[in-house]
T-cell receptor, first 125, second 118 residues
Framework: LAKTTQPISMDSYEGQEVNITCSHN???????ITWYQQFPSQGPRFIIQ???TKVTNEVASLFIPADRKSSTLSLPRVSLSDTAVYYC??????????????????????????FGIGTKLQVIP | GAVVSQHPSRVICKSGTSVKIECRSL??????MFWYRQFPKQSLMLMAT?????????EQGVEKDKFLINHASLTLSTLTVTSAHPEDSSFYIC??????????????FGNGTRLTVT
């Protein structure tokens, strides 16, 4: 059961780099790690996804150590508009998807994804 | 990029009435869509998995007769909150995954529906 654990909240000043770490000690071999961003009263938005090592896109970088038991989302030079909740999700993607349920019992299924509590990032001017 | 349109964005209804929320994938097809509910300052809670052409799979504790889900096509899923009560007031969000997406394909979310039952 790949439960994820993240800090509940973080504060950062504008222009700084922010690193949010997610623990997923029981990650399975087929599991991918995906990060989403959510603003108030909006649906989550995909940020980045990875399986191992480092992934970088125009928005963020994702660092995944060799044991894959954690991952770190890195946001370079944050601005006030980056104030949001960031969710780390773990789940396998190829073919039939297994699901991990946060604070629930494992039930498996096809392409179910459940969110953890997320990290509320507050960017300060 | 892939877009999921959710409608309406806000709805206010009287207690005892039913409300239908639509979730459409605009530029991709989705065999499976997901419905979530989110209370203030809380995370998303998965309610059910909507499967095209078959019955939805509900999470434990979610009443299937109260939250009717229909996934009639590869681009449309609907959630109907029947006989709504004030405690059903919440933020409802849908998501979908492109059926052609290979390994690593992410979820695409709608912008949510704020339901207020008076």
């Amino acid at each position: 059961l790949a439960k994820t654990t993240q800090p509940i909240s973080m504060d950062s000043y504008e222009g700084q780099e922010v690193n949010i770490t997610c623990s997923h000690n029981n990650i399975a071999t087929n599991d991918y790690i995906t990060w989403y961003q959510q603003f108030p009263s909006q649906g989550p938005r995909f940020i980045i996804q990875g399986y191992k090592t480092k992934v970088t896109n125009e928005v963020a970088s994702l660092f995944i150590p060799a044991d894959r038991k954690s991952s770190t989302l890195s946001l370079p030079r944050v601005s006030l508009s980056d104030t949001a909740v960031y969710y780390c999700l773990v789940g396998d993607t190829p073919g039939r998807l297994q699901a991990q349920l946060w604070s629930r019992n494992w039930s498996g299924g096809y392409q179910k994804v459940t969110f953890g509590i997320g990290t509320k990032l507050q960017v300060i001017p | 990029g892939a877009v999921v349109s959710q409608h309406p964005s806000r709805v206010i209804c009287k207690s005892g009435t039913s409300v239908k929320i639509e979730c459409r994938s605009l530029d991709f097809q989705a065999t499976t869509m997901f419905w979530y509910r989110q209370f203030p300052k809380q995370s998303l809670m998965l309610m059910a998995t909507s499967n095209e052409g078959s019955k939805a799979t509900y999470e434990q504790g979610v009443e299937k007769d109260k939250f009717l889900i229909n996934h009639a096509s590869l681009t449309l899923s609907t959630l109907t909150v029947t006989s709504a009560h004030p405690e059903d007031s919440s933020f409802y969000i849908c998501s979908a995954r492109d059926k052609t997406g290979g390994a690593g394909s992410p979820l695409h979310f709608g912008n949510g529906t704020r339901l207020t039952v008076t």
